[in-house]
């Protein structure tokens, strides 16, 4: 029997801002192709997660691991081509450069394996209101819109793990949802999705498995079908809050 290496994992992850420890022994892991929801109340530490994770926050190698070998501390730009890539909080597009230019620019510094999974041509085909606009300044666009420009610029590094950072933030129910709904089609091409949400049903209904986190400790993880939301309140807010 074999046992699959997830195409992620931390362990023990540590780290903090100067003297501030904003996580605690952190153990987290990602499958091929599954989407992993990361919950937790504002300050809890999902942010910190995810740009330690790129690299954009110190920690020691053997705390980050990409398909079982150690890779913590290495840079962002070598995350992005072992196959990391983020949707950051924000979204952090190019101001002043078109949708086109926007999407080019990840088509130059993405993973180096040789295959080209996402093309511009797919993120279209996955985010159709983008294709009547690619000459369009993205400091023009709706939120929603810049939302799908940053997920799709994000996809044409050909990334095996997708971290996304809060990409309901601020927008509209219908625009959530159709980028919610275009998940599936990622985790199809086989790349994983970790989602940072603070809507835990939301969190729920779209991933496989979640990680709550609490004041920079993971109070719970398991089948997102399996946990019951008194569970999840509880390792959201704590076990001294009342559960509703
Ligand atoms: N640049 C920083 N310098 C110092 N402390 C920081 C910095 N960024 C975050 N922190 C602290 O680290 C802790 C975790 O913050 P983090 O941003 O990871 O939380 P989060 O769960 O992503 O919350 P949010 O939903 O508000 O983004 C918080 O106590 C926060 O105040």
Not at 101 to 121: P, S
Not at 148 to 173: F, H, N, T
Not at 221 to 244: I, P, T
Request: proline residues 3%; aromatic residues 6%.
């Amino acid at each position: 029997m074999t046992t699959e290496v997830p195409i992620l994992s931390t362990h023990g992850l540590c780290t903090g801002y100067g003297d501030f420890q904003a996580l605690f022994s952190v153990d987290f892991e990602v499958m091929r192709g599954e989407v992993v929801a990361l919950i937790g109340a504002n300050g809890a530490g999902k942010s910190t997660l995810l740009k330690t994770i790129m690299g954009l926050l110190p920690s020691n190698r053997e705390m980050v691991r990409h398909a079982g070998v150690s890779v913590g501390g290495s840079a962002p730009y070598q995350m992005v081509q072992k196959g990391f890539a983020m949707v950051p909080e924000g979204r952090r597009l190019f101001a002043g450069m078109t949708v086109e230019d926007n999407l080019l620019v990840a088509l130059d510094h993405g993973r180096r394996n040789g295959t080209t999974t996402w093309t511009m041509q797919r993120v279209l085909d996955l985010f159709p209101a983008l294709a009547s606009m690619r000459k369009r300044l993205v400091e023009k666009m709706s939120g929603g819109q810049q939302q799908m420009v940053a997920i799709g610029r994000a996809l044409l590094s050909q990334p095996e793990v997708l971290l996304c950072d809060e990409i309901s933030l601020g927008l509209a129910p219908k625009v959530i949802s159709e980028i919610y709904d275009s998940l599936p089609a990622i985790t199809k091409a086989g790349t994983a999705v970790i989602l940072v949400e603070q809507d835990v049903s939301r969190a729920l209904a779209a991933s496989n498995r979640l990680y709550c986190i609490l004041e920079g400790r993971i109070t719970l993880s398991g089948d997102s079908a399996d946990v019951s939301r008194e569970d999840v309140a509880r390792a959201y807010f704590g076990a001294n809050h009342a559960v509703a």
